[in-house]
C-alpha cells in the first residue's frame, strides 16, 4: 500500500510517499481503508521529535482517520466489513491506504457524514469535550475563555463551550478568524494581535475574569490570561503551540484558588477507548442533530501530506485541515 514515511525527525518537507507493507490484523483490531485523515498540530510535533510519542523509524504519522472496515478480527462482533468508521490513532500510521486499529477504538460514522468531515473529528472535538467536561467541570452560565479559538481544537471547544451553556469569549489572531469564531457561537471576541488578553476580558466580565481558560496556545497567551481568572477559576492546558512552555506563578494560583489542570486526551483515548469511543459517539449524536458543524478549511491530496502540515503551520486557516487518501 501507499503511505506517507517519515526517516528521521524533520519538519514536514521530508516527507515522503513509499510503497510499505499493509500492517497485520490481529483477533480484536479492524482493518480499515482509509478515505480521509485529519492533520493536526501534534503530527508536526510527531515528525519533529517533540511529541509525547516517539515511533521508531521508518514510521508513517498521522492520527485521525475516516474510512471502510475492510476486515474484521475473528475476536470482534461488533463491526461488520463494509461498515463507515472513524477511528483515533495515538501512534499514528493515518496518512496510508490502510490502518488496523484496536477495534474498541473505531466508531462508526452517521450516514449523512461525509468521510472528510470526519476525518478531522475525533481529535478536536475529542479533546475540547473532554477538557471542558471531566477536566474542566464547565458549568450553565460560567464564562469560557478560549485561546487559539479559531484553530482545530480552539473552535471545537467554542461550539462545545456554547452547547454546555457557557457564555463565550473567543481569542484569536485577526478578524477573518474572529469572525470564524462568532459564527460557531462566540459571544464575544479579543483580537490578541492587537489587544491586551487581561484588559479585554475583565472589561467584558465586569472585573470579574472567566472561569475557566482554553488554552492551546501556551507562552504569553496563557500569562495573561492567568491574569484576568475569577475566583476558583480552571485552567485547562491543552498545548503549547506559541512554542513556549510556560511556567505558573504559585502565588498567583494561591490567591484566587485557581486550579491549573493539564488536560491529554490522547493518552487517555490509549488507556480507555470505549470511554472515548462512547463520548465520540455522543459527538456524533450531537452533530446529526444540528448542534455541531464542523469547519473543514481544506483538503489536501495524500501525496501533499507535508504541504498541508505545511499549511497549518501557516497559521491562515480556520479549523482542520483534511488529506484525502
Ligand atoms: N492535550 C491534548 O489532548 C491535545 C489535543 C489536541 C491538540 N492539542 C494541542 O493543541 C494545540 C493546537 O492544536 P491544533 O491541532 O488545534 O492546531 P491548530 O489548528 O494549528 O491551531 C493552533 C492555533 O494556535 C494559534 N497559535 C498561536 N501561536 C502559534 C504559533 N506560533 N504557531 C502556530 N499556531 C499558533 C493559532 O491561532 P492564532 O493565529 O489565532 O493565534 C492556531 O489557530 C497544539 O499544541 C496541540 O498539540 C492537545
Known amino acids: ?60 504519522p498521522g ?24 477511528a483515533f490513532l495515538r501512534s499514528g500510521g493515518g496518512y496510508a491506504e490502510e490502518v488496523v486499529v484496536d477495534a474498541d477504538a473505531a466508531v462508526p460514522i452517521p450516514d449523512a457524514m461525509d468521510f472528510v468531515t470526519a476525518a478531522g473529528f475525533p481529535v478536536v472535538y475529542g479533546t475540547s469535550h473532554f477538557a471542558l467536561t471531566y477536566r474542566g467541570r464547565l458549568k450553565p452560565g460560567e464564562t469560557l475563555l478560549v485561546l487559539g479559538a479559531a484553530g482545530g481544537v480552539g473552535l471545537t471547544a467554542v461550539e462545545i463551550g456554547k452547547q454546555l451553556g457557557a457564555r463565550v469569549i473567543a481569542a484569536a489572531g485577526g478578524a477573518d478568524k474572529l469572525a470564524v469564531a462568532r459564527d460557531r457561537g462566540a459571544d464575544e471576541v479579543i483580537d490578541y494581535r492587537r489587544e ?5 476580558v475583565r472589561e467584558l466580565t465586569g472585573g470579574l475574569g472567566a472561569d475557566v481558560v482554553f488554552d492551546p496556545v501556551g507562552g504569553d497567551a496563557f500569562d495573561q490570561a492567568l491574569r484576568a481568572v475569577n475566583w476558583e477559576a480552571r485552567m485547562l492546558v491543552i498545548g503549547f503551540a506559541s512554542g513556549r512552555i510556560q511556567s505558573v506563578p504559585a502565588n498567583l494560583i494561591l490567591v484566587k484558588n485557581i486550579s491549573v489542570i493539564g488536560v ?27 448542534k455541531l458543524r464542523p469547519h473543514i478549511a481544506a483538503t489536501f491530496p495524500l501525496a501533499a501530506t507535508g504541504a ?18
Open 308 to 325: 498541508a502540515m505545511q499549511a497549518l503551520l501557516s497559521r491562515r486557516h480556520s479549523g482542520k485541515i483534511v488529506v484525502e487518501v
Open 264 to 290: 491529554v486526551w490522547g493518552a487517555q483515548a490509549e488507556r480507555d477507548p470505549v470511554l472515548i469511543s462512547r463520548n465520540l459517539a455522543d459527538l456524533l449524536d450531537w452533530w446529526e442533530a444540528g
Open 196 to 200: 491586551n488578553i487581561r484588559d479585554r
Open 63 to 86: 492520527l485521525e482517520v475516516a474510512g471502510e472496515a475492510v476486515e474484521i478480527g475473528s475476536g470482534v462482533g461488533h463491526l461488520q466489513p463494509g461498515q463507515r468508521v472513524l
Open 1 to 60: 500500500m501507499k503511505a506517507v514515511v517519515c526517516r528521521e525527525w524533520s519538519g514536514p518537507e521530508a516527507l515522503r510517499i513509499e510503497d510499505v507493507e499493509a500492517p497485520p490484523l490481529s483477533a480484536r483490531a479492524v482493518r480499515i481503508r482509509v478515505h480521509a485523515a485529519g492533520v493536526n498540530f501534534a503530527d508536526t510535533l510527531m515528525i519533529a521529535g517533540k511529541y509525547q510519542v516517539k515511533p521508531a523509524f521508518p514510521f508513517t
